[in-house]
């Protein structure tokens, strides 16, 4: 995956369940963040185990 020079990577802090699967983590990113999940840019997640 390539990011242009604008786009940012966000890592969340705290553990993410990761069974939410992928449309789970976009409404996470659209109601905690208030971003769009489309819009270039990098989140990261990880579980409680702290692998991603």
């Keep these: 995956m390539w990011l242009s020079a604008g786009s940012r990577i966000w890592l969340a802090a705290a553990p993410v369940d990761m069974r939410l699967g992928f449309d789970g983590l976009a409404a996470k990113v659209q109601g905690v963040l208030a971003a769009n999940p489309f819009c270039g840019h990098a989140f ?8 991603a």
């Design 44 to 51: 990261v997640f990880r579980n409680r185990a702290g692998i």
